[in-house]
């Protein structure tokens, strides 16, 4: 005789009673709301719906099974679409974005007829402003759970919430209140004021005992020799060194910039600085590029070495007493070395029409690059990620199949934050989930970005202006009266800024 079970259904005889489902968790506990987000429902005792036969083993089987679910915040439903049954412990599905920015239950509907509720287990943010966490690298999330105590939503991660009081604990939720400003993690109440005109520590004031106006000014100290001043790279406050083409210019505390150009490379066009005021330099021509070094201790370049191309970026980190410097060619081959040791060159994957224009990383090994390359018949701005194996990988833009263009400056914040700008007004903020877009008001050319965190950057124009964005807006600082481009900013604190640019322009600030 056959005998057939449906799992779904306890029947006398067949198999004893499975014990009651529950809902655990979901994976992620965070996602992009205007992206969405693929999920994991974690449960136990979910028992799929089979049709076994005693009788005839090879007729037994597991037919798809129909399965609900969807999150609600009280005032809505949304869908989880295509959710399949994965096991007794896992239901996978996927929310389409945009979704609301909030908090929202889980609820599942198993094939026994039940609801499973998991409250408070899911937020949808807004990571175009940067605040989602890091990814938990595959663990699944308890979630943001209710509690006994009430707690603050800290956005940004810096132990100091906003808004009102929630019965929620879980990550992204604190007991201390005051920020004022919760998608920058600079901005709080333990914060120290710094001279940028902006309220840092969350007190109604700005500047205060710090500066009577954060105001910027130019140095036209090199006018006269109208060089077009290519690059930076800030070293100390007050002090700094330039790339200018023929001349490499350093300031060293004082009023006045020396011309350092004494063996160096006859073209130079990028510089980078340790803080002890060494320097290293890159120039040369098409085929024929040079690296150089000068120490504090000099007055001329040394070590001066033959490599394939001009860099266009360089960059360094600490290494014990020593610095590791990294340098980009235009077609992505890195140049790794340590003070006047010759370099070693690694080949590049990028496709030939690929051209980088800027690079800039929190380590060696975690290099953002950004520039464009050619995608059918256009001109495609886009940024590459080093991967493990040294290759380049694309990163997506939003739009990066309609817009056209290329972007010239990166900076990363940390490993997975980064902030992008490029002609045509074009920036971009990644964040743990991607890139994603930010209006700069501009259509100008943005030339190049220094970022203090990923809600407080600046950025230089092909107008000769220096803009801030912080508290989720923008200003103008400065704006050279010439009216010409600025092509770089460097930074030791945001009290040490300096721009660079054509006609021996400099905006300095604030102070």
Known sequence: MRLLCLLSVVMAGCLPRPAEPVLRAVDPAFFDADAGTALSLIAEGLLPQATLDFDHPASSSMPPVVVSAFIDDGTQRIDVLDAQWIDSTRVTGRLAG???IGTYDVHLLEPRGRELVLIAAIQALDCAEGDCPLPDGGVPDSGVVLCSTRNF???????????????????????????????????????????????????????????????WS??????????????????????????????????????????????CPNTVSTVWSAPNGSVQVGGGSAGAGLLA????????????????????????????????????????????????????ISPSNL??????????????????????????????????????????????LPGQGTQTGTLL????????????????????????????????????DLTSVRAFSS??????????????RARGAWRTVFRNDAGVPFNDVSATSEEDLWAVGKLGVIGRGPH
Not at 363 to 371: D, E, K, P, T
């Open 409 to 444: 400056g990166v900076w990363a914040v940390s490993a997975v934050e980064a902030i992008a700008v490029g002609e045509e007004g074009k920036i971009f903020r990644r964040s743990a989930s991607g890139w994603r877009s930010i209006d700069s008001e501009l259509t100008s």
């Open 293 to 344: 070094e000068q120490t504090p201790a000099a007055d001329a370049c040394s070590s001066q070495r033959m490599i394939a191309e001009p860099p266009v970026a360089m960059v360094g980190f600490p290494a014990g007493n020593e610095f590791d410097s990294v340098a980009v060619l235009a077609d992505g081959r890195l140049l790794r070395w340590r003070g006047g040791a010759a370099p070693t």
């Open 218 to 263: 130019a140095d036209d100290s090199l006018r006269p020799q109208g060089d077009e001043l290519l690059s930076n790279a800030s070293f100390a406050p007050g002090s700094l060194w330039i790339a200018a083409g023929e001349k490499l210019y350093v300031r060293r505390g004082g009023p006045d910039f020396i011309d350092a150009s004494a063996s």
């Open 351 to 396: 496709p030939a029409s690929a051209r980088v224009k800027d690079l800039h990383g929190v380590a060696s090994n975690q290099l953002y690059a950004v520039g464009s390359a050619v995608v059918g018949s256009n001109r495609r701005q886009t940024v590459w990620a080093l991967q493990a194996d040294g290759n380049w990988k694309d990163e997506p």
């Open 455 to 468: 809600g407080r950057f600046y950025v230089t124009t092909s107008e000769g202006a220096i803009r801030q």
């Open 98 to 100: 945009p979704v609301p």
């Open 153 to 215: 939503r800290d956005r940004d991660f810096d132990g100091y919430g906003a808004g009102a009081a929630q019965t929620f604990c879980g990550p992204g939720w604190v007991p201390l209140s005051g920020d004022c400003d919760d998608r920058d993690n600079l901005t709080l109440p333990a914060a120290t004021e710094v001279c940028n005109g902006i309220d840092d520590d969350c007190d109604g004031l700005v500047d205060e005992d710090r500066c009577t106006d954060a105001s």
